[in-house]
């Protein structure tokens, strides 16, 4: 076996050598969608997509706003459903962030690997969704 593998896998919470450690909120910064103020079921000029839990699990956008209010998600962004059933992640989504989506835009790793990340953190509970302890502190 691997000795940083060995070492990644141990419970003493110890980097392997070379990584570093670090809180996931100074790696990330983080936008969190709202209710806009207006909404439409047809796409026409001047209104984008309106990013739901669907949209996130590939649906195409059912829902527009042209509230500039709203914070926007770019194809660069990770999402991740942040209220409700929490922990859903989808990528490469361009729109405005519906109310229970927050858009995870990293500065210090790679977008792949932070919604791979988010996905291993996350443990599904049958009365809800949780987050594994000790992963995002």
């Known amino acids: 076996m691997n000795e940083n593998y060995a070492i990644f896998e141990s419970n ?4 392997p050598e070379g990584w570093a450690e670090s809180v996931l909120f100074d790696i990330v910064s983080y936008r969190k969608g709202k209710k806009p103020n207006s909404l439409i079921s047809d796409h026409k000029d001047g209104f984008i997509p309106y990013i739901l839990i669907d949209q996130m699990k590939g649906k195409p956008a059912n829902q527009f706003t042209d509230d500039k209010n709203i914070p926007i998600a770019t194809e660069a962004d990770v ?12 990528s490469g989504i361009n729109g405005a962030l519906g109310s229970t989506i927050a858009a995870l835009k990293p ?3 790679e977008s792949s690997y932070l919604e791979y990340f988010l996905r291993l953190c ?7 969704t949780l987050f594994k302890p000790n992963t995002l502190a």
């Open 122 to 128: 996350v443990v599904n509970q049958h009365n809800g």
């Open 12 to 15: 003493e919470n110890v980097p």
């Open 107 to 109: 500065f210090l790793i």
């Open 79 to 90: 999402l991740i459903v942040w209220d409700g059933s929490v922990g859903k992640t989808a």
